[in-house]
């Protein structure tokens, strides 16, 4: 059981946008900023967003990354067959000693 | 080129101990903060804990307190991440990643190892 919620599945056909969500508590997303990783098969995870919105160099602009208040959210825009990958969200959570917790994790399909 | 490198796929029997490394190039290993976090077969990221390459602090999850420890040798920029006590769901893939240690701001875990097989079997 992750501590950050999203749906465990997402799909669009090339061209089109989706978003995926991430939902969290008042100790992590609510007080923090999140991050985003992108995980091709067979591969180690890439950053894809950190500090809520902000894209790494030679990220694409199609990527673009939001949050209100205890939810986040990642949107891609002129979807590719690329994109097929597992996304996931991270936040810093405060309670206890602190520590990094993820999403579970959605897989994306490019139909 | 920036990358992190790391050690070869481990099989190991319940009860024994795994040690990883994480060798560094291509930019100043004390400047960043270094990461583990795992992945079991066909499931999500768990974050293990940091260690500062600089002052040697780390900052474990509780999950693994008592069971892991994460070093570093500066001399040859490697990162360490030793887990005991191993249990078959300990079987995954180990990751390394580094954080810039710039202070409160949060960056991301910007690059990754290639990742660790460790397998634990009787």
């Known amino acids: 059981q992750s501590v950050l919620t999203q749906p465990p599945s997402a799909s669009g056909t090339p061209g089109q946008r989706v978003t995926i969500s991430c939902s969290g508590s008042?100790?992590?997303?609510?007080?923090?900023?999140v991050n985003w990783y992108q995980q091709l098969p067979g591969t180690a995870p890439k950053l894809l967003i950190y500090?809520?919105?902000q894209r790494p160099s030679g990220v694409p602009d199609r990527f673009s990354g939001s949050k209100s208040g205890t939810s986040a959210s990642l949107a891609i825009s002129g979807l590719q067959s690329e994109d097929e990958a597992d996304y996931y969200c991270?936040?810093?959570?405060?309670?206890?000693?602190?520590?990094?917790?993820f999403g579970g994790g959605t897989k994306l399909t490019v139909l | 080129q920036v990358q992190l490198v790391q050690s070869g796929a481990e099989v190991k029997k319940p009860g024994a101990s795994v040690k990883v490394s994480c060798k560094a190039s291509?930019?100043?290993?004390?400047?960043?903060?270094m990461h583990w976090v795992r992945q079991a077969p066909g499931q999500g990221l768990e974050w293990m804990g940091w260690?500062?390459?600089?002052?040697?602090?780390?900052n474990y999850a509780q999950k693994f307190q008592g069971r892991v420890t994460m070093t570093r040798d500066t001399s040859i920029s490697t990162a360490y991440m030793e887990l005991s006590r191993l249990r078959s769901d300990d079987t995954a893939v180990y990751y390394c990643?580094?954080?810039?240690?710039?202070?409160?701001?949060?960056?991301?875990?910007?690059?990754w190892g290639q990742g660790t097989t460790v397998t634990v079997s009787s």
């Open positions: 500090s809520n919105n």
């Open positions: 008042s100790s992590n997303i609510g007080s923090n900023t």
């Open positions: 260690i500062n390459p600089n002052s040697g602090g780390t």
């Open positions: 291509g930019y100043t290993f004390t400047g960043y903060y």
């Open positions: 991270a936040a810093w959570d405060d309670s206890l000693n602190g520590s990094w917790v």
């Open positions: 990643a580094r954080e810039p240690a710039l202070g409160v701001a949060n960056y991301g875990m910007d690059v």
